[in-house]
């Protein structure tokens, strides 16, 4: 009796029975490490090749239009082909442009434009994997399991986005192509998981009816651009969609600071060593709140409390940005991160209860477009903004704004904060 409370609380673990997925989940968790690792290394490396903000703000377009053109496709993709030999190819190019990058450190190459160059193809090969695995996991675990697989999933992303940052903030210190490295070794566990996966093609799925197998057929005959514009046209015409995607669009590209650490890192916390706390602290915020999340299932006027969640994060933002040591810097991107996975938790909710099944794909697809597009034009922005205002003001005043425009869509608009679940 006494193990009760602890099981009603305690992470679903029942999906690593399956030796399929079990081989997946730590591929993919492994590959989840060395892809938070680079994501440090690279932009610390830019702005050691050029001192400017301006142009790690470049990565993140360098990585924008890439990821958002094969996140779609690559979803297209994964129905049409044999979704493990698409994983395998996609993953294998996001290996090939690691070491790359692994092997311009080593020769010190030194050039700007080849980092962009091998963040946008690695963008790319990233989205279409991305993509093919999200679609590979309803074919590896029963339909029952498969909250419970994306949850373990979703804890080991997060776990990663704090060790990843903090692995990197410890090996850069030596040499940056020690970072790379990592991630290159990482990737082979990835590639060992797909290999051992069974192939995948498109047809029946296990545990569907006839019925239902002939609308996933006809669904995947039916993915093309026109479905893509169909479902954006859908959020348009829907004020509560909509303004939920406005909302997440404004706190990522407003109060998204990350483009401006590698400068505050050296110019006000004394170095490197203070890189990976930085990074890693807004995803550290979200795996507290995750491991403490059961009242947010409670809450019923969850547009309401979405539009709370932005305003903490757009105000925590700007308060980091005034900090002067780096314990108070870090626990406040922290609290914004915690924020912030509230506010993704009613998105990702309001999405999936407002919308009707049958364009519940479509969404989704929008959806992870804009949770990955939204903070690269953020970083574009910050590192835009530093550099006729410089640092602070780039990153005090983007909280603010998100702050300052959070409120006036809702107040305009009162559609979301008026929402019920």
């Not at 082979?188 to 498109?202: E, K, N």
């Not at 909509?242 to 998204?256: N, P, W």
């Not at 305003?311 to 922290?334: C, D, F, K, N, S």
């Amino acid at each position: 009796m006494t193990g009760r409370p602890v099981n009603r609380v305690a992470i679903d673990t029942r999906p690593l029975r399956h030796p399929a997925y079990r081989r997946v989940f730590i591929g993919n968790s492994a590959s989840f490490f060395g892809t938070q690792v680079t994501a440090v290394a690279v932009p610390v490396q830019m702005y050691a090749l050029t001192h400017s903000s301006l142009w790690v703000g470049y990565l993140g377009i360098a990585g924008l239009v890439p990821l958002l053109v094969f996140a779609l496709w690559g979803g297209a993709l994964a129905d049409a082909l044999d979704r493990r030999r698409l994983f395998l190819v996609a993953s294998s190019l996001s290996c090939l442009v690691t070491l790359a990058l692994l092997g311009q450190a080593l020769l010190r190459v030194r050039s700007p434009g080849l980092l962009l160059g091998l963040v946008a193809v690695q963008s790319a090969a990233v989205a279409v994997a991305s993509s093919t695995a999200s679609a590979i996991v309803p074919r590896i675990v029963p339909l029952p399991e498969i909250p419970a697989a994306n949850t373990l999933s979703f804890t080991a992303a997060t776990v990663a986005g704090v060790a990843g940052p903090l692995a990197a903030g410890a090996v850069i210190r030596y040499d940056i192509a020690w970072a790379y490295g990592i991630d290159a070794v990482t990737f082979s566990l990835a590639l060992w998981g797909a290999l051992r996966l069974p192939p995948l093609l498109p047809g029946h799925v296990a545990g569907r009816s006839g019925a239902q197998s002939a609308l996933v057929s006809h669904d995947r005959n039916r993915a093309g651009w026109s479905d893509v514009l169909f479902g954006l046209r859908y959020i348009g015409t829907h004020k509560v969609l909509l303004l939920s995607f406005a909302i997440d669009i404004v706190a990522m590209v407003l109060a998204q600071p990350r483009a401006l650490f590698p400068a505050v890192a050296q110019l006000r916390f004394g170095g490197n060593g203070a890189i990976g706390w930085l990074f890693a602290s807004i995803a550290l915020g979200s795996a507290v709140a995750g491991l403490t999340s059961g009242w947010i299932g409670r809450i019923r006027r969850q547009g309401l409390a979405l539009v709370c969640a932005v305003v903490v994060w757009g105000l925590a933002v700007a308060a980091a940005g005034l900090a002067r040591q780096l314990w108070l810097a870090v626990a406040l991107l922290a609290l914004g991160g915690a924020a912030d996975l509230v506010s993704a938790v009613y998105r990702q909710t309001i999405l999936q209860t407002y919308a009707p099944d049958e364009l519940r794909g479509r969404m989704g697809g929008v959806f992870t477009a804009v949770v990955a597009g939204g903070p690269r034009l953020g970083d574009l922005r910050a590192g835009a903004m530093a550099v006729p205002l410089g640092i602070t003001t780039a990153w005090v005043g983007g909280g603010l704004a998100c702050v300052a425009v959070a409120v006036l869509l809702a107040a305009a608009f009162p559609a979301l904060v008026r929402y019920r679940t």
